[in-house]
């Protein structure tokens, strides 16, 4: 069984540019979590969705960020017009299907190193 | 607020002596713990966690932690580390108020092991 995949591993934009983050769930789970870990800190919570619905989106930037969990393919995090400080590793998790407030756990892909020249 | 402190950026410990990993956090209502590696360039590995039950939880590679509720910490522990264990440690809590669905996390130790 394949572990959490995100692609590509490292991406390099010019400022102005749109970045696309992908992400492929592990096989079975249908729940998305997105967190971006900037340069000497811990991962910050951006967006948790589930098949072609945003569950909770409080993390996200109000503007340039936006993500999506299509019915068919892997989730994709996309930020309009990068800036420098987007640069950062950004982290998918996917989590099997489970009820509203029990645990699930979070499997982590390796991450997507963005650089912004 | 919800946040979770590791007072410690960086922990420099000889191989083969005992290591504690500080954490606490912020809570008025009931979480779940959990301690994650993440060695360089590379995404982040569950180690151990705490949903309930005893205290004390073991992990995989031999590190264990304990759930301190009236003082909201979950200190980890390792009582003999080796090279291998350099790397950096992130606690991360979730909250029962947004589900427990989504990871606070902390700024994470770097776990310096040398000979």
């Known amino acids: 069984n394949a572990g959490v995949m995100q692609n590509p591993r490292h991406l390099v934009r010019r400022r102005g540019q749109e970045a696309r983050l992908r992400c492929s769930p592990m096989?079975?789970?249908?729940?998305v979590y997105w967190y971006r870990q900037l340069p000497e800190e811990g991962l910050k919570f951006m967006v948790y969705?589930?098949?072609?619905?945003?569950?909770?989106e409080s993390g996200m930037p109000k503007e340039r960020f936006s993500a999506e969990f299509p019915k068919e393919g892997p989730s994709i995090l996309r930020i309009q017009q990068v800036v420098r400080g987007d640069s950062a590793a950004y982290f998918c998790?996917?989590?099997?299907?489970?009820?509203?407030?029990?645990?699930?756990?979070?499997?982590f892909g390796p991450g997507t190193r963005l650089t912004v020249l | 607020a919800q946040s979770v402190t590791q007072l410690d950026s960086q922990v420099p410990v000889f191989e083969e002596a005992p290591v504690e990993l500080r954490c606490n956090y912020s809570?008025?209502?009931?979480?779940?713990l959990f301690w994650y590696v993440q060695y360089p360039n590379q995404g982040l590995q569950l180690l151990l966690k705490?949903?309930?039950?005893?205290?004390l939880v073991k992990g995989i590679n031999g590190f264990e932690a304990e759930f301190n509720k009236s003082q909201t910490s979950f200190h980890l522990r390792k009582p003999s580390v080796h090279i291998s264990d350099t790397a950096e440690y992130f606690c991360?809590?979730?909250?029962?108020?947004?589900?427990?669905?989504?990871?606070?996390f902390g700024t994470g130790t770097r776990l310096l092991v040398s000979p």
């Open positions: 991360a809590v979730s909250y029962m108020n947004t589900g427990f669905q989504k990871l606070v």
């Open positions: 998790a996917s989590s099997p299907p489970g009820g509203i407030s029990s645990y699930n756990e979070q499997f």
């Open positions: 705490y949903l309930s039950g005893s205290t």
């Open positions: 969705l589930q098949k072609e619905n945003i569950i909770d």
């Open positions: 096989k079975g789970h249908s729940h």
């Open positions: 809570s008025s209502v009931s979480v779940y």
